[in-house]
């Protein structure tokens, strides 16, 4: 959907035309009330449930969650995934045209923020005819949105489902996010972020950010159960510093190799930062409890127990800061060996819960 | 000190000659059962204590534990710091012309076990006339020589002091180590190890790998409490993906900067690989218990509660499978919050501790 009135944004400049890409599952019913909008994390997309016909492999990011008898039944929500502002899956970012110059953005194109995102999620509810979302709901990054829709928007919506996310990202995940950025910045193919007009894509940058990320994405238990320190071929050791020797490096750099070919630099970057600069409570003296009074919403938080990126003590900071204002709040915390990446894999109780909350939405209306 | 004697090596190959950096502090006693070795981890050297006179800032690594009146007390003990085989601070390493070529040696250099490093320890000490050490002591890739030379030379030690170590890497720390290598290996200015003819150095690599290092070796609490969200310019965000914002990415661009001047690319590989690689325990059947059956040692081991490189877990491991053997073991977890880096800090609990134990060690003499 294309958007022609200005955006001003956060940092200071303005995005004056935008396009924003969305899916849409189930029907809005006649009330109106039964929207569910789904906020990304840093590598997904819009593509949230469901497959593209013919396509194999087209599973949405979220497809085990979201679907027709899922936890989040698209029999009876009309669920919006909509693609954020400087990503790379079709909403406008970095790899499109800057309309002030006639060339593709790249590095000029500005730093968006999670409050930048929500407002453009706003006006694409706006303009599908969505007064009031019965929830908005995200993991991780996506988390950090629907807490700011609950403190931006307080009005738009009755429920905010926020799982494995953080109020802020602590010293260590910047570091991470740093070490991620300066592989990227650093790569001699990344031209300054001008790397289009060479042809090139920093590919070893990007390679290392997504190894990088993969090691705090998983628990060390999970990185122990899976691989260990399995060999990759056979029992002899090679004695090399360059050739796989363990099955975790292989891993690694598959993982990497494939990112690679994918996402866009400029996009790691911009996501990246608009996770460092999520901070409510800064306007607040950095007085959490003050800076969640605005929100109005009912909350669910999960938060799993081997998550050491946004550890369940980053979710019970939010509980505390919502239980202090009197708000209605669910909290659990899952015990899942998968670290992170547990908001979205099959755990049977955590996916129950999320059900569970779902249908009460369902049941209460307006609740 | 120069050796002559093929040095043969786990990984197959052999060392025709090389050269061993060595430091000694202290006197050996006339019984010549006072030395004392101290190994070194991945960035430093033999220059473990004291400072060279008229150089500022030249205080050796370990210059808080080592020295006269400190804990391990070099008015008692003969102690000897020696650098390991592929360094690069003055033993034979990449760096260094390889006799059969006539070239350097570049990635040429053979793969160094922490086995191989405790052969050619065995040979300085054999050079120096140490039939048997007081003990042998390190602190992490330090430590697994010291469990080593327990292993490999049990009856030339009495004591084996092993901190902030493990038996073995675990997935998690290969993974890291993994990410560091191919930030290296993928700079353009690594030309497959042999930059040294090119004039260049991959210091891209070598800057991120500091910088991922500098992660790990601290925990979350000291990174929170010295860095936190804290601002590097004030309190007016720039909304930057490239420039500093966060005082954590200004300490950590300047780790990575001054590591890129001073240390070599492929040592880096090479003394990531001997962490890899070091597992006692796989030759039987990955029992640990039976593969430590072999020392005779009296053990100290201490770890630190915020090490998540090296956790406490890994040391009890140690700790169970020599209790397990009978063998005299002291074990210290010393609540610290610096993590990693516990092990090179000024923690009293952790420095008295080490203390008492040495001065066991000199009451007991052949204890």
Same sequence: chains 1, 2.
């Avoid at 510093?241 to 690679?260: C, N, P």
Wanted: charged share 15%.
């Amino acid at each position: 959907m294309s958007f022609d009135q200005p955006l001003p944004l956060q940092g200071g400049g303005v995005l004056s035309a935008y396009q924003l890409s969305y899916e849409t599952y189930g029907e809005l019913n006649a009330a109106r009330d039964n929207a569910v909008l789904i906020c990304h994390a840093l590598n997904a997309s819009h593509h949230v449930a469901g497959h593209y016909p013919g396509q194999a492999k087209s599973e949405g990011w979220w497809d085990n969650m979201i679907g027709p008898g899922k936890p989040v039944d698209t029999t009876r929500f009309f669920v919006i995934g909509v693609n954020n502002l400087g990503s790379c899956f079709g909403s406008t970012g970095p790899m499109h045209t800057n309309p002030a110059t006639g060339r593709v953005y790249g590095a000029d194109f500005p730093v968006v923020t999670v409050e930048d995102w929500v407002q453009a999620q706003a006006r694409l509810l706006d303009a599908l005819g969505i007064g009031q979302l019965a929830a908005v709901m995200g993991g991780s990054l996506g988390g950090m949105q629907a807490l700011s829709w609950s403190l931006q928007f307080p009005d738009r919506l009755r429920h905010a489902v926020v799982i494995a996310s953080a109020p802020n990202l602590n010293a260590e995940n910047i570091a991470f996010n740093e070490v991620a950025r300066r592989a990227i910045v650093t790569d001699p193919d990344f031209h300054g972020g001008h790397f289009y007009a060479h042809g090139v894509v920093p590919k070893r940058g990007l390679r290392i950010a997504r190894m990088l990320g993969h090691i705090t994405y998983l628990s060390d238990d999970v990185m122990n159960t899976k691989f260990g320190r399995l060999l990759q071929n056979g029992e002899a050791l090679k004695y090399s510093t360059q050739e796989i020797e363990f099955q975790i490096e292989s891993y690694l750099r598959h993982q990497g190799d494939k990112f690679s070919e994918y996402f866009d630099a400029n996009t790691y970057l911009l996501i990246t930062r608009a996770l460092d600069y999520f901070d409510p409570a800064r306007a607040f003296n950095n007085n959490l409890t003050a800076a969640l009074a605005r929100a109005s919403a009912q909350f669910l938080l999960v938060s799993f127990t081997t998550d050491w990126r946004f550890a369940p003590s980053r979710s019970r900071e939010m509980v505390q800061a919502l239980v202090a204002n009197q708000r209605q709040v669910s909290y659990a915390e899952i015990d899942a060996p998968h670290g992170h990446d547990a908001f979205l894999l099959d755990d049977p109780r955590y996916l129950s819960l999320v059900r569970a909350y779902f249908e009460r939405i369902g049941a209460g209306g307006a609740a």
